[in-house]
């Protein structure tokens, strides 16, 4: 199996395994190198500098959305988050993801997409004479990386199946080894609807806890990764936790989506 580009070699998702059912969900355990995910969750964004979100099930968030100043400034000035970020917005992110996802097969058609380069206006410019040449097919992709927090007394996210812009997210556990206790629940939920007729949900409808089954459920882990993909099903959720108030559920949230 081949292996991440040399760049990428401190995010690791060689060892996924994917259940298939009732979509493409993935799970992968030690994502980062034991030094280099101490030194994130040791540089963890303070919680001020997230936007609270209280009708999202109590959730804070930090993104190019949400504080967008914020955020960019604490790229900025945080050396290893600064070069995790910069791997993640590459192209050779995206293509790594996109080819890790063929070889289980799950091909999305998405080989030899244009994405989106922020890291030099040079390449923005090449990659946009390729595109004008016919090199690349019309569909363009770019990558999106978000801090999230959650309360354990309570904090959720609703049942629902992303937007259609989504195509791929993978989310990441951001904490320490015996700081979760499995107890407080925090873990990503795979469901389907109790009415059948409520299968189809490309455009995301959220849906209530208690119109849902549940098919499994990923712990909330340290170091690990749960990736899926966005379909008219793809319904899933985090139940509410029942944990201390001040214990924090926190992860990284990257999105491969389709540029508009």
């Known amino acids: 199996m081949s292996q991440a580009p040399a760049s990428l070699q401190d995010f690791k998702l060689e060892g996924v395994r994917f259940d298939y059912e009732p979509y493409p969900v993935g ?32 959730k804070y968030s930090l993104s190019e959305v949400n504080h967008p100043d914020n955020y960019h400034r604490f790229i900025a000035e945080t050396p ?12 050779a992110f995206v293509h790594y993801v996109i080819d890790l996802l063929k070889r289980h097969r799950l091909d999305m058609g998405l080989q030899g997409s244009k994405v989106e ?19 690349f097919p019309r569909k363009g992709l770019r990558s999106r ?20 812009g989504k195509l791929i997210t993978l989310v990441l556990s951001m904490v320490g080894a015996g700081e979760w206790n499995d107890a407080w629940g925090g ?6 609807p109790i009415d059948r007729s409520r299968s189809f949900n490309f455009l995301n409808h959220q849906v209530p806890f208690d119109a849902c089954e549940t098919v499994h459920t990923y712990p909330f882990h340290p170091n690990q990764c749960v990736l899926f993909i966005k ?27 389709e540029t508009t």
């Not at 380069?117 to 090199?135: E, F, N, P, V, W």
């Not at 873990?187 to 389907?192: A, E, N, S």
């Open 80 to 91: 290893c988050w600064n070069v995790l970020h910069a791997r993640i917005k590459s192209p």
């Open 187 to 192: 873990g990503t939920t795979v469901l389907k």
């Open 27 to 58: 799970y992968s355990a030690d994502v980062f190198p034991a030094d280099v995910y101490a030194d994130l969750l040791k540089h963890w964004p303070a919680t001020s500098l997230f936007e609270f979100k209280p009708v999202l099930g109590n």
């Open 117 to 135: 380069d922020q890291r030099s206006t040079g390449r923005r410019i090449a990659a946009a004479l390729r595109y004008a040449a016919g090199r």
């Open 145 to 164: 990386f978000e801090f999230s927090m959650m309360t354990a007394d309570g904090g959720n996210i609703l049942p629902h199946t992303d937007s259609p």
């Open 231 to 257: 379909t008219y099903n793809s319904l899933h959720a985090v139940h509410p936790m029942t944990g201390p108030a001040d214990a924090m559920r926190r992860t990284l949230t990257i999105n491969i989506e």
